[in-house]
Structures are given as C-alpha cells and as structure tokens.
C-alpha cells in the first residue's frame, strides 16, 4: 500500500478468536509475543451476537497489558447486514472510546467500507509509527564506527 509516496507492507495474523481458549490462559503465548511486536491491534466483534461484545472486555484487558503505548486500536463491529442489533452505535462509540479504540462497522458479506476501514487503519498506524523518534538506547552505526577486532576488547 501507498502511504504518501512510502511503499507500506502489511503483515496480519488472525487468531480467529479463539473463544474456546479466553486470553487469560497461558496457552497465549504467541499472541502474547505477537502483541508486543504490533504495531495495531484490530478486534472485530458480531453486532448481531450481545456476546461477543460482551467477550470484548477480556481481549481489551488482555491487550492493554501487553502492546506498547503507540499500538494503534481498532475495533469493528461486523454483520450490518442483519438484522437484530443488540447494541446502539452511540453504545459501541462509547466503549471505543473509553478504552481508546477507533470505531468503525462493516459488513465483510457485503464488503461494505472494507477496503476503506483497511486503508485507514493502515494509513494511522504507519503515520504514527513513522512518527516515533527512536529509543535513545539504539543507535546506528555505519562500518567505519564497528570494532573487528575480536571479543571483549
């Protein structure tokens, strides 16, 4: 993807929610070293399904206690399409909002907004990694700075 003139490529891992095995067991542990290396944390959730909303509280708390501060969050509510919402829009912008989460909803059936809601995460979560200064720790080095001696001298 073209991000104002960058080239971006994007790497996504699904864990598909894994609901039979809630994140707080330690069966985890690639997710958990997956989230510290992200750079944006996408959670979709069934707007039709009071549950799996309500499953969301555990993958925030989950997440919160493993990305670092300048993870971009998402969440998106999925299945516009149907019928029987059990939550509002006002209620689902609300609950982004506390755990500071962007909001968006789709319909992946209809490929509604899809590509859009792609793009923009896509977009934010370059921008801001672009942004961070590096850690004062790293430094780079060219040749000429690296000793070849051996160890230890």
């Not at 399904?49 to 919160?64: G, H, N, P, Q, T």
């Not at 299945?79 to 609950?95: C, P, Q, S, V």
Request: proline residues 1%; contains cysteine.
């Amino acid at each position: 993807m073209n991000v104002d003139g960058d080239i971006v490529k994007v790497k996504l891992y699904d864990t598909a929610g894994e609901e039979t095995t809630l994140p707080t067991q330690t069966t985890f542990s690639i997710e958990k070293s997956l989230y510290k290396q992200s750079n944006g944390i996408i959670l979709i959730f069934d707007i039709t399904k009071r549950e799996s909303f309500d499953k969301l509280e555990a993958w925030i708390k989950d997440i919160e206690d493993k990305v670092e501060e300048h993870t971009i969050k998402t969440l998106i509510g999925n299945k516009i399409d149907l019928e029987g919402r059990t939550a509002t829009i006002d209620e689902m912008n609300e609950f982004a909002k506390k755990h500071s989460f962007d909001y968006y909803e789709t319909s992946a059936k209809e490929n509604k907004d899809v590509n859009t809601i792609f793009s923009d995460i896509i977009k934010k979560t370059y921008l801001k990694v672009k942004s961070l200064k590096p850690r004062e720790s790293f430094q780079l080095m060219n040749k000429s700075q690296i000793k070849t001696a051996g160890c230890c001298t």
